[in-house]
């Protein structure tokens, strides 16, 4: 919907990519517009985000589109580019996990299912004055504007989804908001991050400037062994350890409703596995 | 979503005009294709469904596109048509309360929201033949093909929805299926029918032929009266009795999941309200 509402004829973006949801997303922009993608990470297996000094944004570009965090890939960018064009960006897997100057962004879009509620609703947060520069002819569903006009509910929307997300909403406030939620996370991470590299049984896939705090990409000596710990961390409840069919080797997801106690005991574990199981 | 499948440049379709869902539709279409209107009972405030003889269907269309049941007039098509040309049929407000020859359309689409599920999920049921038509250039996401070459899951999916529409079948199969549910809905709406043409007091507002077996809609002598009937009826628990604003009036809604007791309960009150509140 973005270069949809935000492209048209001649118009122009500046896409990073940085993973398979922003790769999907050049894709589908070349429809609506000339994208320029002045980065990719792709051939090296997308480990890393860019640091600002290793992209431009032409002057006539719309915007400077980008994924937040990169789930498969556990990378995350750090900071926010500084560039005077406005940002639009993907924040399905990270949003509410750290504090942001939203004024920076001209939308920002993010699918509920990891730290807000249920699959099968979106949040979109759009700048005012963008609202009215979708082109002609574009279907009426498909249109920002629509929805802004009629609260989100042009068409019925998934009411209980919604409902869900605003309970989440309410126990993230309770946490503490936010800044908790930031604290938290960067706390989880590092005790992660240190448990990987305090051996080198252990490897991140990340290069640590572009580490996630939401997903920790890694990989053990051998696809066997991967395997093995897989299963066995299974079975003491530690689940979903598999990594991404594309890159193979192991995730952890630490998303905000991911306690630190189950931080701990993944850290136990490795260490007790790696004891158990030498390369 | 139809007719960027179905349709692109210099291709028609013929579309009917019943109600607010079939107007939606012809307005997008006409974003894709030349859209031939060829029955239209606006100006009767959608009163009707038409009979086969009273539009045509030309040689070039691609497809006949119906609303099956119209929820805000309470009109509803008794029958098909049997037109040579595969229908295209928006069956959201009715689909799995009677039986159907599926065969005679080319795709049917229903919003899980009223006889099927929660609000978020659309089932859609495409003749495979179809999902080779989409004309290049059009969003990944908005291609039926996309979605069956991927079981449903190109995306992360609305599951809990999914999961609530399973557990709906399920119901729905113990209740003695499609075809109990049918006779089900026959039964409690010619009780409610009979009670609205047992008096002057309360008129429908579809013409008899076209009635709809889920949402029965009607008036009584004044708005006046009707503010208090749909009072005095909430107050005894037969609530959602609020016609449409677009017709004001009264409708009551019986769609697979109210039970036969509910529509007996209702007659009664109108027959109590009548005596207690003449004209």
């Given at each position: 919907m973005i270069p949809m509402n935000l492209l048209g004829a001649g118009k122009k973006a500046t896409y990073l990519n940085t993973?398979?949801?922003?790769?999907?997303?050049?894709?589908?922009?070349?429809?609506?517009?000339?994208?320029?993608?002045?980065?990719?990470?792709?051939?090296?297996?997308f480990n890393r985000v860019p640091t600002e000094d290793e992209y431009s944004v032409p002057e006539d570009s719309e915007y400077l589109y980008l994924v937040s965090n990169n789930t498969i890939?556990?990378?995350?960018?750090?900071?926010?580019?500084?560039?005077?064009?406005?940002?639009?960006?993907?924040?399905?897997?990270?949003?509410?996990?750290?504090r942001l100057d939203v004024s920076k962004f001209g939308l920002i879009f993010a699918g509920a299912q990891k730290n807000m509620g249920p699959a099968g609703v979106t949040v979109v947060i759009i700048r005012d004055d963008l609202l009215d520069r979708t082109p002609e002819k574009i279907p009426t569903m498909l249109c920002y504007k629509t929805h802004a006009d009629n609260d989100s509910m042009f068409n019925t929307p998934p009411c209980f989804s919604i409902?869900?997300?605003?309970?989440?909403?309410?126990?993230?406030?309770?946490?503490?908001?936010?800044?908790?939620?930031?604290?938290?996370?960067?706390?989880?991470?590092?005790?992660?991050?240190?448990?990987?590299?305090?051996?080198?049984?252990?490897?991140?896939?990340?290069?640590?400037?572009?580490?996630?705090?939401?997903n920790i990409s890694f990989n053990l000596p051998s696809p066997e062994l991967e395997a093995q710990f897989i299963g066995e961390a299974t079975k003491v409840g530690l689940n979903g350890l598999k990594g991404h069919r594309s890159i193979g080797g192991c995730r952890a997801s630490i998303y905000n409703a991911f306690p630190r106690e189950g931080v701990v005991k993944l850290v136990e574990f490795m260490q007790e596995f790696e004891k158990n199981n030498p390369a």
């Open positions: 993973g398979v949801w922003s790769k999907k997303a050049i894709k589908e922009a070349r429809l609506f517009g000339e994208i320029n993608v002045a980065y990719s990470s792709e051939e090296q297996k890939y556990g990378t995350q960018f750090p900071t926010f580019p500084t560039t005077d064009k406005m940002l639009v960006c993907d924040m399905s897997s990270d949003i509410l996990s750290r409902y869900v997300v605003g309970e989440v909403l309410k126990w993230l406030k309770k946490q503490g908001g936010v800044v908790a939620m930031e604290k938290r996370n960067q706390e989880k991470a590092a005790l992660l991050y240190a448990a990987i590299d305090a051996t080198d049984y252990y490897r991140g896939h990340a290069e640590p400037a572009s580490r996630s705090l939401m």
